[in-house]
């Protein structure tokens, strides 16, 4: 199975940064994009930021500027770095990743994890 585990959250106060991270384990065969999302109480889930074949990278407009995503291919791991960081970045934030697992290399999947809280003070 594959499975991602997120990393990095915590209270930060406003103009902060966070560097949040999302381990990619199991019978991985390859994860052709990974991303980040966020929810916050009350809201829908949103998409922050994707890394395409750990090159290609896109970004919501709220976080423009301010937020890098990276990937380490070697780790099968993916990186947010947050910065210059507000109260309204204040959510729970999601890995996910779109590839396929060795048991089945031609079937795409899509995998979740668990989530890390971010809370930004004012």
């Known amino acids: 199975q594959v499975q991602l585990v997120e990393s990095g959250g915590g209270l930060v106060q406003a103009g902060g940064s966070l560097r949040l991270s999302c381990a990619a384990t199991g019978s991985i065969f390859r994860l052709n994009t990974m991303g980040w999302y966020r929810q916050a109480p009350g809201k829908q889930r949103e998409l922050v930021a994707t890394?395409?074949?750990?090159?290609?990278?896109n970004y919501a407009d709220s976080v423009k500027g301010r937020f890098t995503i990276s990937r380490d291919n070697a780790k099968n791991t993916a990186y947010l770095q947050m910065n210059n960081l507000k109260p309204e970045d204040t959510a729970v934030y999601y890995c996910?990743?779109?590839?396929?697992?060795?048991?089945?290399?031609?079937?795409?999947?899509?995998?979740w994890g668990q989530g890390t809280q971010v809370t930004v003070s004012s």
């Open positions: 890394i395409i074949s750990g090159v290609t990278t």
């Open positions: 996910n990743a779109v590839g396929t697992e060795v048991s089945t290399p031609l079937v795409p999947r899509n995998y």
